[in-house]
């Protein structure tokens, strides 16, 4: 794809699946043509060909307008992920479109960034700074998916921090640790981001920690959106940064339950 093709880039089909939420839309530009957002976990799989197809008839367009696809390649649920990047190889191959892969986390982040960013500049512009943003969802025992990314006022999105399985009470003492050693004022907000259902505790703790170094801490629950999905996707078709339908992989970030009690097993045979 040539730099001028990329720079016309017309709409791109979004899905993600690696949630409770099936997130998808059809995008062209910054314009949503179609979007829909089900929180129905256990039926992704049975519903999202239905969705796709209610979309493009919403939106007046047909397979071949689509320009692009793109996925959510998680972390997140196991089966979930598979179902999306199953969904999105399939399609890219039989409509020979390109495929861009875009991390499920960052799109959470990017959205709840985007949802409230508003309130905060109001509130926030007249000091310096950046602001952090923790996506999280829930990994079971006490552990989060999540990540970090940095906006700051020249308005540049930034990863620093890996999407990964972390204890989410770890976690937040490292941030502690980081806040503490920073110079005071430089981190004007930190914002923890999408299920915190399960996790209020250590989400109150951060903003204890927040109001006693004076950043404000916003604790936003957010679903994911495939809006921001189809955004960070554009940006990496835009980069050239298209996968092969027959190799990509979700990213599962951790073994799953039956590949930890087989490893384990393992072991335990191995020293007999």
Known sequence: MSNEQRNQTGPILALDTSTASMAAAIVSGHEVLAEIQTLAERNHSVHVVTHIQ????????????????AVGNGPGS?????????????????????????????AIAYGAWHQQVSG?????KARNGEHW????MDARRGQ?????????????????????VRIMKDFVDQL??????????????????????LHEESAMRLKQIGDAAGVIVQ???????????????????QSGLIEDPHT????????????VVWKAKQAGEAKA
Do not use: C, H
């Open 248 to 259: 990509l992989i979700p990213n599962y970030t951790q073994l799953t339950e039956a590949e």
């Open 144 to 164: 989060v998916y999540t990540s970090a990314f940095s906006m700051t006022d020249a308005s540049e999105w930034t990863r620093w921090l890996d999407d990964g």
């Open 219 to 237: 604790l936003q629950p957010y679903i994911q959106e495939g809006k921001w999905i189809a955004e960070l996707g554009l940006k990496r078709l």
């Open 78 to 106: 196991y089966t979930g992920m598979r179902i999306a990047i199953s969904v999105a190889k399939t399609l890219a191959w039989v409509w020979n479109k390109p495929l861009v892969s875009v991390s499920s986390l960052e």
């Open 176 to 197: 502690e640790q980081r806040l503490a050693n920073l110079p005071a004022g430089s981190i004007r907000s930190i914002s923890l981001v999408g299920d915190l259902s």
């Open 133 to 136: 943003v923790f996506p999280i």
């Open 120 to 124: 905060i500049a109001e509130l926030e």
């Open 54 to 69: 209610e979309m493009l008839r919403k939106s007046g367009l047909a397979n071949t307008d689509i320009e692009a696809i």
